[in-house]
């Protein structure tokens, strides 16, 4: 009889531990599966500095591939010279990849190339002058997760726009939160 039910509970630990749930291959990420991103940048153009600006992006990753990601991004960076007195602001949206390691338990460095377009606005009293034009921004950055959930980002890019015909090439440099929902 002690035999009997030594035999009953070792089937009925391994019955339980080999029913233990474990996570499916498809479930276990060491990349977020969106990440959502957002902060201030400052945008420097030939002979004008924006220092105040707005910066969003979303990503995700390409099919199964977790260091190739989509990206989609979009901000304005906005001057009111002294001199001028009126405002002057930069648009830009764009969509590419990003490239980055697949690891984030600590700093991550990242690669990113956008193509998209811009806009340089400017308001004056009585007027508005607009010009859109195609434009391509690769940029670096690293983000530094101060948890799960949570990272800090600083990036900064390169865009080449065409406005008008003529090259206008920028520099831009922004600061941020990006948020990963995995």
């Known amino acids: 009889m002690n035999r009997s039910r030594q035999m009953l509970g070792w089937c009925a630990l391994s019955v339980f531990l080999l029913a233990l749930p474990a996570p499916a291959a498809a479930?276990?990420?060491d990349t977020p599966m969106v990440e959502i991103g957002g902060g201030v940048q400052l945008l420097h153009i030939p002979d004008e500095t924006y220092p105040f600006g707005v910066n969003v992006d979303l990503s995700g990753p390409v099919g199964d591939h977790e260091r190739i990601r989509w990206v989609g991004e979009g901000g304005?960076?906005?001057?009111?010279?002294?001199?001028i007195g009126d405002t002057l602001r930069f648009y830009h949206f764009g969509a590419g990849v990003r490239f980055t390691p697949r690891g984030r338990e600590r700093a991550t460095p990242f690669f990113q190339v956008l193509?998209?377009?811009?806009?340089?606005?400017?308001e004056f009293s009585n007027s508005v002058d607009s010009a859109w034009g195609p434009m391509i921004q690769p940029g670096v950055g690293v983000a530094v997760p101060l948890n799960h959930w949570v990272a800090i980002v600083g990036q900064g890019d390169y865009r080449l726009a065409v406005f008008r015909g003529q090259l206008d090439n920028e520099f831009r440099f922004s600061f941020g939160a990006r948020f990963m929902l995995w």
């Open 27 to 29: 479930q276990t990420h």
């Open 76 to 83: 304005m960076a906005q001057d009111r010279p002294i001199d």
């Open 115 to 122: 193509g998209g377009v811009a806009n340089a606005r400017s």
